[in-house]
């Protein structure tokens, strides 16, 4: 079986990976992740602390 459907990368416009596909690189698969994620739901900046234990003693 031959596969002559060699897409672009979404991200870079690159040849695709054929182990990476669609994408040509790890690097633009997890650009694309990040991208689909925030689109998703808000990632906090910065997230708080979540045990601030303070000793008086
Ligand atoms: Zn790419």
């Known amino acids: ?3 002559q459907t060699a ?3 979404p ?3 690159r040849p695709e990976d054929a182990r990476l596909r669609p ?4 690097r633009c698969a997890d ?6 994620l925030k689109g998703s739901y808000a990632i906090p900046a910065e997230e708080a602390v979540p045990d601030v ?5």
Do not use: A, G, N, Y
């Not at 994408?23 to 790890?26: A, G, H, L, N, T």
């Not at 650009?31 to 689909?36: A, I, M």
């Open 1 to 3: 079986m031959t596969e």
């Open 7 to 9: 897409r672009p990368c």
């Open 11 to 13: 991200i870079c416009k």
């Open 23 to 26: 994408f040509c690189s790890k």
């Open 31 to 36: 650009v694309d992740l990040s991208r689909w």
């Open 53 to 57: 234990i303070e000793d008086d003693q």
